[in-house]
């Protein structure tokens, strides 16, 4: 026989007070005041000042390390941004502006140390003129220049419950800047591990910051000068190699590596020695440049953002990220590597290849025709419907 | 510019049903969502070799193609069933108490379900037995009251339900002492509450009951690519139906003419766009407090925004593991941990970061095998916070914050699994309510609406969702509206919001 629920010792009351349940919830409605609503919340406040989005800086000083590399210290510009966001050693900035008709964005990692933001409310990035955005920032930007940025991103950072105690930096040229920050910061007690800081120039003149490193070093940090040609006392001679890490470096340790992509590859090589599983090593990721062609060809993007259509003309040798770009177009970017996500975008119609090894779309993105225009060549006209940048 | 018969207000779980119930009924529809991506919680991230769930531990009420449960249903009709690879689980849980009482795995399917709660409460059947019978009673009062879209007949109820209007107004515990269960069994099968995020004795019998009976008839199941394979579904089908989806959009305004009627919906470069009806896939607190201007917000939605409490905040770490789920000693899909299974206790606990220990960690790798590279597992650890206490958070103590939480979930974990995961993380990735502020919108990172309150349950809402309607044309889909929070309750308020004002544009056009 079916079961037969009752609570009271008769049924009908029980009914009595399920049919009362709707009297019940208008009477709490009339019964509460009509104040009104809150505008905003204490923690969307605060995720607000973690995660800004945009932040609007001014150019505070610049600093000429030779004719093409400069340091740049951005403040808020008091009027749209009034703190900076605080951010974790390792992570970046990207960087828009209009450089004649073309709004451009490129990625930079901060080189300051989060207390100098939390405390100081400064970021620093270091630049090396090689493109569009880093000339004009090189050869036009000056002091009292206003620029937006994004707020602080990347997962090239130091995970305590992930990374051993011991962190050999390797850093090459201007990538050292990441590297840099995660050195201060251990340095100021902002996060805490023990660094090699190795630092890989082709020559003596090219090292930057060697007064920030060298007044860093104590029981917990380490700075050696890795110098391929030419001489300076105390340096290494050569390149980087296993026997180096041997030499300074406690084990085990998570190894963090920032410069271009050669030293990436060549870097592992010289570790292989240490059996590092996947987890101990860390490669800040580069942006993706143009690609090599045999026959350059010009094909149509027609963009598609919210009610408007574009019709721009993409190089087969560009990302169609940045064919938007040139064109004027506001485009959605942020890591320039395939990864972020942040320029999600529905393939229409067309033909691609994307840069090898770089493309990190989610499986379901693949399955519905989404794509990262950061990290795809156009190899015929293509359409896309990108949202609002 | 064009001009819209609807508007939907984010692209989440409800809001995505909505578009595609209006599109289907011949009407245009825009969907703004703030986020570039659709499903709101509903998504998928990457890190390194790993793409991560983001929420969706499994779907309710899903079923085999032969013998479709609700949802199922639902997805056929709105075309997205067969766009998405399916697969399912047939484990329940293990609820696992801190304080050493509880270590249970519960299966799914009738006999399992009762088989295995026999194993920890033998000569218990009767109590299961009579959960069965309530439940597919509650089941068929459900299907009924669906079927005459709520104008359900009083003695047709009485007549033929009528143990579900005798249990309606009770909580879980209640019903469970009524019936005379046993305490061991009560406490093991109410493992499942956080879920729902209100304890048993404030949580609505009927609408625990609800979840548990199709959970073990219908099976747990999973996309196979993660949440986002089925967000990607339904964008892609209000494509199909000419709709529109703008991403990176959010809405920052509500526009309503002198008689209070709704022109359009502004979005964050000024534009406004014309339309007649909205359904915001969103807070009705964002809604009423930030979206409309106060003089258009009638007095009674601000009684009901101010007289609701915000359910659980979310908190969710991801970690990717160099290890196989066997080399880790990982044997579950889905645990429960708790320090207690006492849900009043351990819901107090959860109102403070120093006490909460409450834990909901699931082995995607249990279900879908090869959802991650050979040799690796992915786990994602799930808790919530029943007070404000992230807001009392300084920006400069959030990293330290998040880590410690993490790491003693981690603790726990291992400690009551008996599992050792600690030095095999490869990726990790923590989401605090912030988080979930930040992506979503919702006040204080709340993720499961309004809470499920002894008066303002599932029942309630349901019945009084027209008298809700405060603002001609306005609705709400999602965890905050009439089917509370939770995938299924989502998609399932989204289709019924989506129906009403398709069925309202369709009679002011006839």
């Keep these: 026989m079916a079961y037969n629920f009752k609570r009271q010792i008769f049924g009908f009351m029980d009914m009595l007070r399920f049919v009362k349940l709707v009297p019940k919830r208008r009477e709490i409605f009339a019964e509460t005041p009509a104040t009104p609503l809150p505008a905003s919340y204490k923690v969307n406040e605060t995720a607000k000042f973690l995660h800004p989005g945009k932040q609007f800086v001014k150019i505070d000083k610049i600093t000429e390390h030779s004719s093409d590399v400069k340091t740049f210290v951005f403040v808020p510009d008091g009027e749209k941004t009034a703190r900076l966001a605080p951010f974790r050693a390792g992570q970046y900035i990207t960087v828009t502006a209009n450089v004649g008709a073309s709004r451009v964005t490129r990625a930079y990692t901060l080189g300051s140390s989060p207390k100098d933001a939390l405390e100081r409310n400064f970021y620093s990035v270091t630049v090396k003129a090689a493109g569009i955005l880093s000339d004009y920032l090189c050869t036009q930007a000056k002091v009292g220049d206003v620029l937006e940025i994004s707020e602080p991103s990347g997962d090239f950072c130091y995970e305590p419950l992930r990374d051993k105690k011991n962190v050999v930096a390797v850093a090459g040229g201007v990538g050292i800047t990441s590297l840099l920050s995660m050195a201060k910061a251990a340095h100021e007690g902002s996060e805490d591990y023990d660094m090699t800081f190795f630092y890989c120039v082709p020559s003596a003149k090219e090292i930057l910051f060697k007064d920030e490193l060298d007044a860093m070093v104590g029981d917990r940090f380490k700075v050696v000068y890795v110098v391929e040609k030419g001489d300076l006392p105390g340096c290494e001679k050569g390149l980087f190699s296993s026997d180096l890490v041997k030499k300074y470096a406690k084990v085990p340790f998570t190894l963090f590596m920032c410069g271009p992509d050669g030293m990436y590859a060549f870097v592992r090589k010289e570790i292989e020695c240490f059996s590092p599983e996947i987890k101990d090593v860390h490669a800040s990721p580069n942006g993706i440049a143009d690609r090599k062609v045999e026959e350059k060809k010009t094909f149509k993007l027609t963009v598609k953002m919210r009610d408007k259509v574009y019709e721009v003309p993409c190089r087969n040798d560009e990302t169609l990220l940045v064919a938007m770009e040139r064109a004027g177009i506001t485009a959605p970017s942020k890591c320039r590597a395939g990864g972020c996500g942040v320029c999600r975008s529905k393939l229409l119609s067309g033909e691609y290849t994307a840069a090898p090894g770089r493309d990190k779309r989610r499986l379901a993105d693949f399955k519905f025709g989404w794509i990262h225009p950061c990290c795809v060549y156009p190899d015929s006209d293509v359409s896309l419907d990108v949202p609002q940048g | ?510």
């Design chain 2, 1 to 510: 510019m064009k001009k819209y018969d609807a508007i939907v207000i984010g692209a989440g779980n409800g809001g995505l049903v909505a578009a595609i119930r209006i599109l289907q009924k011949g009407k245009s529809v825009l969907v703004l969502e703030k986020h570039n991506a659709p499903g709101g919680f509903a998504t998928s991230f990457k890190r390194g070799r790993f793409e991560f769930e983001a929420s969706l531990h499994e779907l309710n009420d899903f079923g085999p193609a032969d013998n479709p449960g609700d949802v199922r249903t639902l997805f056929r009709e709105l075309g997205v069933e067969d766009k998405i690879d399916w697969t399912y689980g047939t484990e329940a849980y293990r609820a696992i108490s801190l304080d050493g009482k509880y270590d249970a795995t519960v299966m799914l399917g009738k006999e399992n379900y009762k088989k295995s709660l026999l194993r920890y409460c033998p000569g218990c059947e009767k109590y299961i037995d009579n959960f069965f019978d309530l439940s597919e009673e509650i089941r068929r009062a459900q299907a009924y009251t669906a079927s005459v879209n709520g104008k359900t007949d009083k003695e047709y109820m009485k007549k033929n339900f009528p143990n579900f209007i005798r249990c309606g107004s009770y909580s879980v515990n209640e019903v469970f002492r009524s019936m005379g269960m046993p305490d061991k069994l009560r406490d093991i099968m109410n493992a499942y509450w956080c879920y729902l995020g209100a304890h048993c004795d404030d949580l609505s019998f009927i609408h625990y009951c609800s979840m548990v009976y199709r959970y073990v008839t219908k099976n747990a199941y999973m996309p196979k690519m993660r949440s986002h394979e089925i967000s990607c579904a339904l964008d892609e089908r209000i494509r199909e139906l000419g709709g529109e989806i703008w991403y990176n959009t959010p809405a920052t305004g509500i526009v309503t003419d002198e008689k209070g009627e709704i022109t359009g919906v502004r979005i964050s470069d000024g534009t406004v766009i014309g339309t007649r009806k909205i359904v915001a896939n969103c807070s009705p607190h964002v809604v009423y407090g930030q979206l409309m201007s106060p003089d258009a917000v009638p007095e009674a939605a601000l009684k009901n925004a101010n007289a609701r409490k915000f359910a659980g905040r979310g908190f969710c770490m991801f970690l990717g593991l160099n290890k196989s789920p066997e080399e880790l000693g990982i044997t579950n899909h889905s645990y429960f941990i708790y320090d207690t299974l006492d849900s009043v206790k351990q819901y107090e606990m959860m109102k403070k970061i120093e006490t909460n220990d409450c834990q909901a960690t699931c082995c995607l790798n249990s279900v879908i095998p090869d959802c991650s590279p050979e040799g690796t597992t992915m786990l994602y650890f799930t808790t919530l916070y029943m007070s404000d206490d992230w807001a009392k958070v300084k920006p400069e103590d959030y990293v330290k914050t998040k880590n410690f939480v993490a790491n003693r979930m981690i603790d726990v974990f291992e400690k009551a699994t008996g599992a050792k995961i600690r030095d095999s993380i490869e990726e990790i990735s923590v989401a605090t309510p912030m988080t979930y502020a930040r992506y979503c919108g919702h006040p204080e990172g709340t993720i499961y609406g309004y809470e499920s309150q002894y008066w303002d349950g599932l029942m309630p809402r349901l019945q009084m969702m027209n008298e809700e309607v405060y603002v001609k044309g306005l609705r709400f889909a999602g965890g905050y509206s009439m089917r509370l929070s939770g995938y299924s309750s989502a998609y399932n308020s989204g289709d019924i919001v989506g129906r009403q004002t398709a069925g309202e544009l369709v009679r002011e056009d006839n």
